[in-house]
């Protein structure tokens, strides 16, 4: 049995929604009634069936509509591409592993055939039926890293590893909480951080660089970050800024439940065989508060989290014009009884 | 996270003497499969059960990054050594299964180099093996100069001269040939980068030539595996685990901690990664610090050791561990 695709939008008319099964199986970020930085970072290995960890490359039933949306993106503004010139090796490598891990863990979906170095893909969903000769550029539409993240959901950074850092140096990057690759393109580690507040006082970057230069091969590793978004959109670019900036002065005490949308990425890292680089997905989940307060558990957590924020944080996040009436709508959910531990819902 | 990397099951395919010190190991994993893909400069790190003992010895991969059929290492025997290299010339054997790591590279290419300029050293030319391979097959602009005792002595000197040709150029100790460094330093077109991996005495001529010469610190990168030296035996006591332990002359202190059934985190084995860095609780006597990671001031301080290479001699010896 595979994924019924739904047909939906993540701009204008907004049609995008998760199904009820799709409800339940939301990363909600939130062990605990509160939230500040840590470096949590745990193995990326296989979780429970029906979770969004059942596999380690996520394909659910937004996918097809997510790569309508990141080709308008991409006919608008070409430059969410960008890979280097010494980054096609690392290009190739991305291409290997989302193709492995897409037909394994969706077979009805997707197929690779090896045969050498003649590979034969079919993506069902899209309709493609390519056979390409892998390391070779010219048997491709495009580039490796840009054919294959056409087809592949979340934003994908890949870095360079030399001089003891990392270094942003090619990436697909559409469906981003409020950053920019072609402004961070060429940059390392502590560069592209810069403007995070509170975590470098932490000295929080320079154990996960640490961290990260170490990532081994066959051993990937994962970490939930999360925002929050008005309407389910998901090119939230600096670029775009004037299309979705002021979506945030649109919330009223009467449309939270349909506008503000609770942003999760599931970050993982993985070393590149071939080329030594490590590829950061950065997969986008949506949930509007309406479909989120269907859990009990997670109004509650949501609303305690959301109250006690500090506020550089609720600032750097982009919460701050919005904060009040969302408090509000979440406090008339929340009971004040105890939320039991872990991220699940009840 | 546990520790080191996760293991693949292999077999010896195949067991080649290649010259008077050196033999060559073939891998191929036990279940039949391709190994995983790796990159010029990578390494794993090989488990030898030698009776009693464990040792976990890292050695570079020389075959092509893209034949990953077999893992094929090069061992040189060292006869003062700590026994690894004696125990892969002694002991194994085509057929016999053994445990390797996934692949790790501390010595990878920059892929930026408009030009890769390679100086190797001895049994330093395997990790060269394996990037000339990966190069030439991308059509990547190289050159290797490679120093050795004698000709009959030159691993693979003959395959890489007929692969490359005049891409190699070698140097034979006995006929008082020698890189003329500063030379060759000096000529290189812009956007090449240095590799150096051989003895630690090279090493460090080159660096240093290659610093005085100008060249940016970013564009120089060598491979500094220490093998962990044999030395005097000491005690430790391990104060998170409660354990005490003695070192012996041929053990090094993160196998004689490993051998108590505590696993720090590993990768390299050689000094070099920082994965092992281990605090100090208390001592009285003086360190022996063999590794690469640690800057002098930390050295002297006698607040943490790197257990892969380096030892203690004096009366006790507390860690956190």
Redesign the interface.
Known sequence: MGITFRKETFRDDFTFKNSPEHIRRFPFPFHEDAYMYAVNIEPHVVGPRGSVLENLIDVDEHYVAEMQDRALVLAEDPLRCQSLPHMTLAGWDLLELLMEQQALGYPEHFTLTRDGDRWRWINRPLGIDDTFTFGDTSTLPYGPMEYITRQSQGDFCILDQRDGNLWMDAGMVTTQADWSLDFDIGMNFFEWHAPVPLAHEKGIFVRALKFLTNIQQGKPARRLNWTMTINPRLDTSPENYHKWGPDRATVTPDNVGDKVHLRVELQSFWRLPRSNGIVFPIRCYLIKMDELVTQPKWARRLHRVIRDLPDELANYKGLTRYRPALVEWLSKLDDGSPTSPGFGPD | ??TG??KLDVVVSDVVPVNDLVTRFHFRRRDGQLL????G??HVVVEMRDGERTRLNPYSLMGS?LDTREYTISVRRDDVGRGGSLFMHRSVKPGMEMVVS????LF?????AKKHLMLAGGIGITPFMAQTA?LAA?GGNFELHYTCRTASLGTYADVLRERYDRRVRLYHDDLEERIELDRLLSTQPLGTHLYVCGPAGMINWVRDRAASLGWPA?TVHFEHFAAPQPGLPFDVRLAVSGKSIRVDEQQSLLEAIEAAGVDPPY?CRGGV???CETNVISCDGKFIHNDHWLSEEEHRSGKKIMPCVSRFEGRSLVLER
Not at chain 2, 36 to 39: A, K, Q, R, V, Y
Not at chain 2, 102 to 105: D, L
């Open positions: 996270m546990s990397t996760t995983p893909t790796f990159s400069g990578a990054p996934y692949p790790v590279n990878s290419l920059d892929l930026r990966q991308e970013e990768l990664c920082g994965q």
